[in-house]
T-cell receptor, first 111, second 116 residues
Framework: EDQVTQSPEALRLQEGESSSLNCSYT??????LFWYRQDPGKGPEFLFT???AGEEKEKERLKATLTKKESFLHITAPKPEDSATYLC????????????FGEGTQLTVNP | DTAVSQTPKYLVTQMGNDKSIKCEQN?????MYWYKQDSKKFLKIMFS???????INETVPNRFSPKSPDKAHLNLHINSLELGDSAVYFC???????????????FGNGTRLTVT
């Protein structure tokens, strides 16, 4: 069974204080690893897809990396508007198009 | 706006009632999904339709019945509602045919169901 574990559950940062979120996964044949951002009262918003170990993608202050066992979402010099829950999900070769999600990391960036 | 839209946004009802949630997408996608998010923010797939055909049917009570009248719409009907059904239900869509198999899902903003 596909499994995704995210850590930490919650993270508080000061504005400008860089950090990383972790997503560990166990799947049969990874097709893709996805990062989403979810704001309160909203649906998850797509950020990145990573397909193979060693791949990296960047968007503004966010950078996602992938190894064979985990993915990191690095946040550089965060701002208060980066506060959200960040969700990691995997799509496996045996699961069709479904995504298996982790429980998310709730990020709060204080001004 | 191009989007996945769900109605209603909030649904408060009593145990034993029957209710429906509607979802529409105008992204031209061929696959739609229902996900359930519990109080711990954990998102779990319930159903998926591809071109009106049911392709994913997770282990959910048969009180939950999805219906897809066309590939742009996927509704969720729930019979005999129970307290444990309280959650946020998200509709999503993606494109399978002609795209990489791992195209991202686009989500609606959810329907918060409260059963009292």
């Amino acid at each position: 069974e596909d499994q995704v574990t995210q850590s930490p559950e919650a993270l508080r940062l000061q504005e400008g204080e860089s950090s990383s979120l972790n997503c560990s996964y166990t799947v049969s044949g990874l097709r893709g690893l996805f990062w989403y951002r979810q704001d309160p009262g909203k649906g998850p918003e797509f950020l990145f897809t990573l397909y193979s170990a060693g791949e990296e993608k960047e968007k503004e202050r966010l950078k996602a990396t992938l190894t064979k066992k985990e993915s990191f979402l690095h946040i550089t010099a965060p701002k208060p508007e980066d506060s959200a829950t960040y969700l990691c999900a995997v799509q496996a070769g045996t699961s069709g198009s479904r995504l298996t999600f982790g429980e998310g990391t709730q990020l709060t960036v204080n001004p | 706006d191009t989007a996945v839209s769900q109605t209603p946004k909030y649904l408060v009802t009593q145990m034993g009632n029957d209710k429906s949630i509607k979802c529409e997408q105008n992204l031209g996608h061929d696959t739609m999904y229902w996900y359930k998010q519990d109080s711990k923010k954990f998102l779990k797939i319930m159903f998926s339709y591809n071109n009106k055909e049911l392709i994913i049917n997770e282990t959910v009570p048969n009180r939950f019945s999805p219906k897809s009248p066309d590939k742009a719409h996927l509704n969720l009907h729930i019979n005999s509602l129970e307290l444990g059904d309280s959650a946020v239900y998200f509709c999503a869509s993606s494109q399978r045919q002609g795209r990489p198999y791992n195209s991202p899902l686009h989500f609606g903003n959810g329907t918060r169901l409260t059963v009292t």
